[in-house]
């Protein structure tokens, strides 16, 4: 399986997602600060794998400073600092909740911090594989054989420790013997559907097409696709899910041609503290992402442009979440509550 992320002699390897498919290549970070920006720049994307990186990030500022005293204030400046690069992934600020008290832990000695740190970072990165395995389980009780499956951006092994959410569920899908095929939305204006889904399938061996966002509703009207199964950003107490731009035009096509559409997500995406998908934060990207297309300009100069990151899938239009303690079937609050 593809290695995202990888604590490797001190330093922190992450796989750029911004040269695949057509390049293969590792980014060392050495820095909180060079983590931090490999977030911000997305050359490590998607809700889990960017806490996972977080996480490897506050290990890396633990051991910036010889200085006892100072290590305490310098690993929470790269806490603060981790914590602004992307406001909506809901992992990103759990994992770091999770390092914060790692911290807190050690008391007035800081001397075994260092230590601490890295072996909760790796805590994150195996704990995460594993729930991905879980969650795969779970959701393959909701794959028909054969299915083709319909999903949105990339919620693989790219977005996460490994194996993944969505192509989690297909991959345990495939590996019982079901026979998948899946449609990937491009996924304007990246291309996280076309460069690192497609990507990623075809080197797990499974079936894998291509279609612009604006397609979607062609397929399902010709009944092409069996169900929908997309990944998390932040899912609020009741249900309502943000997830990549595109996602909530889905879910109401999926409604429209009666195609199941299911949420896979690891509990740590849940955020209680928000009652509606209304209150979730919502990253603004720069206009330069959807102005230019392969370096040319493609918007008149002077035209403004909208680029929200995600948008939000109100609870009603989503069959069921899939997560590591099992499927949550509406109503969501209520079964959201009892898995916690
Ligand atoms: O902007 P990105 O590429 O980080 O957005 C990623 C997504 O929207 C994923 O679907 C989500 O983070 C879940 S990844 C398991």
Known sequence: MVLTLEWKNGGLLLLDQRLLPNQVSYRECRTWAEVADAIREMVVRGAPAIGIAAAFGVALAAG??????RMVSEIRRAIAGLRSTRPTARNLFWALERMEKT????????????????SE????????????????EFGNEVVPDPA?????????????GGFGTALGVIRAAAASGKKVS????????????????????????????VITD??????????????????????SANGDTANKIGTYSLAILAQAHQVPFYVAAPTSTIDLSLARGDLIPIEERPAEEVETWAGERIVPTGVPVGNPAFDVTPARLITAIITERGLVRPPFEEGIRRIF
């Open 148 to 160: 083709r499956i319909l999903t949105h951006c990339n919620a693989g092994a790219l977005a996460t």
């Open 121 to 136: 970072a790796r805590n994150i990165l195996a704990e995460d594989i594993e729930i991905n395995r879980r969650i795969g």
């Open 64 to 69: 910036e400073t010889g200085d006892h005293g």
């Open 214 to 235: 604006g397609a979607a509703g062609f397929f399902l009207a010709r009944k092409e696709a069996d169900l929908i199964i997309v990944g998390a950003d932040r899912i």
């Open 103 to 118: 911290v807190s832990s050690a008391g007035s000695d800081p001397t075994g911090l260092p230590r601490l740190l890295l």
């Open 182 to 209: 899946v449609i990937a939305d491009e996924t304007r204006p990246l291309f996280q559907g076309a460069r690192l889904t497609a990507w990623e399938m075809r080197e797990a061996g499974i079936p894998v097409k």
